[in-house]
């Protein structure tokens, strides 16, 4: 299952997409689709009173999965059939996706981790840099907070000057936590992941480095977009990439990049060096973690211009207006962003 937050001409709505071509693919109205199965299971039932129990959004769907989520298959398997009627309650239950604009699936999380899994980055970005490989890596995983109020789907991200002084993009997975809990076992921490996103973690390097002079972290070279989408994907789809292991899911998914048409990095969530089990029980010692929380894997190897240019594969190459990024992994679609002046 595919879940996205769209508009249509009006306020954001919530759907489920049919198809893995934007641009092909239909849109069911998750609200919609939700009352017209609860109106062929029981009688009539107004908009009002299918918002009352199932919510609006994919987070209150993450959030109330177990009863949600066998109604919306049942609304997806009803349009496979051809019985689902394009409009519902007024509206449209029915939308050819060239019709709508996708936003982030989940606009505003409650909260946003980014991780550091990926040792071929760390050590080929520290190499660049003059410096040798931190053992600490490989004792814990790590990450550090974002903002999450500051995320962007498909579509225009709007940067200021000082964000232009080498912008960057970072080929990223991300999870989302799909039930609250505390204190997790990497062995089952799994359970406790509701899907999967791209996520591109643009980074305004010069505003970054500069501050991380104190120790602190990256804060403002970070904080002003990170971009998730195109949808959010339910992990039984992912099922043929899974492989088990002793410290959780390994996912065979392959990770592209392409900077206006040219590919520009490649890599695969299998190589993270933690999984996200492992960060998840990290994340969670001492700590609860909620539906709906995002957590980043971190950048792959070669999937940032930090990297690639450092190492001659690019050279001096950063973002500027008008650039086209766009970030495919397999499964999860492609998060395309235009850069733009704000």
Sequence with gaps: MKLVTYTAGGPARSGLFVGDDLGKGTVIDLVRGLGWVARRRGGARDEAAVIAQYGTTVLAFVERARETRPVADEA???????????????????LPARDVTLCAPIPRPPSMRDGYAFRQHVETARKNRGLEMIPEFDQFPVFYFTNHEAVVGPGPVRVKPRHLEKLDFELEAAIVVGREGRDLDAKNADAHVFGMTIMNDFSARVLQMDEMKLSLGPAKGKDFATGLGPWLVTMDELAPAISKSDTGA?????MRAFVNGV???????????????????????GVTLYPGDVIGSGTCGTGCFLELNGSNLTKDQWLK???????????????ENTIAAD
Excluded: C
């Design 250 to 254: 390994k996912f065979d998914l392959e």
């Design 76 to 94: 997806l398997a009803a349009h496979g059939r051809g019985d689902l009627p394009e409009s519902e309650a007024g509206g449209r239950l029915v």
């Design 321 to 335: 207006t008008g650039d086209v990024v766009a970030l495919e992994i397999d499964r999860l679609g492609r998060l």
């Design 263 to 285: 590919q520009v990095s490649k890599g695969n969530v299998k190589d993270m060096n933690w999984t996200f089990a492992q960060i998840l029980e990290r994340a969670s010692y």
